[in-house]
C-alpha cells in the first residue's frame, strides 16, 4: 500500500532554515512525481514544490523560489524540501503527494496520494 510519512516540521524564528522529509513506502517512488504543499489556517491548500519522477524537472512557487528547494533520492526513497530564510508567511501544514504522471503545472489536483502532512510555525 502506497504511503508518504512527512517529518521535520517545527517552530523556527524568521530567517531560520528547515528540512522536510517525505519518506516513501509501499511503491517505487522512482516512478512517481512528488510535490510539496501547503495549507495555512484559513486558506485554501496551495502549491509549493514539485519535482518529476526522475527529477529532470522541478517547479517552486513564485513566493518560495530562491528560498526553498525540492530534492530527491530515489534509492533512499525520499523527497526532501529544504526551506531557508523562513519567514511568518510560511506557517502551515505541509504536505507530500506523489502520483504516477502529473504534468508539469504542480497542481494538488493531479496528485492522487497524500500523507498526512507536518507542521511548520515560523514566529518569533
Known amino acids: 500500500q502506497l504511503q508518504l510519512v512527512e517529518s521535520g516540521g517545527g517552530l523556527v524564528q524568521p530567517g531560520g532554515s528547515l528540512r522536510l522529509s517525505c519518506e516513501a513506502s509501499?511503491?517505487?517512488?522512482?516512478?512517481?512525481?512528488i510535490g510539496w504543499f501547503r495549507q495555512a489556517p484559513g486558506k485554501a491548500r496551495e502549491g509549493v514544490a514539485c519535482i518529476r519522477n526522475n527529477g529532470d524537472f522541478t517547479l517552486h512557487a513564485g513566493s518560495v523560489k530562491g528560498r526553498f528547494t525540492i530534492s530527491r533520492d530515489n534509492a533512499r526513497k525520499i523527497v526532501y524540501l529544504q526551506m531557508n530564510n523562513l519567514e511568518p508567511e510560511d506557517t502551515g501544514r505541509y504536505y507530500c503527494?506523489?502520483?504516477?504522471?502529473?504534468?508539469?503545472?504542480?497542481?494538488?489536483?493531479?496528485?492522487?496520494?497524500w500523507g498526512l502532512g507536518t507542521q511548520v510555525t515560523v514566529s518569533s
Open positions: 503527494a506523489a502520483d504516477l504522471d502529473s504534468g508539469y503545472a504542480c497542481a494538488q489536483e493531479q496528485f492522487s496520494s
Open positions: 509501499g511503491f517505487s517512488l522512482e516512478r512517481y512525481d
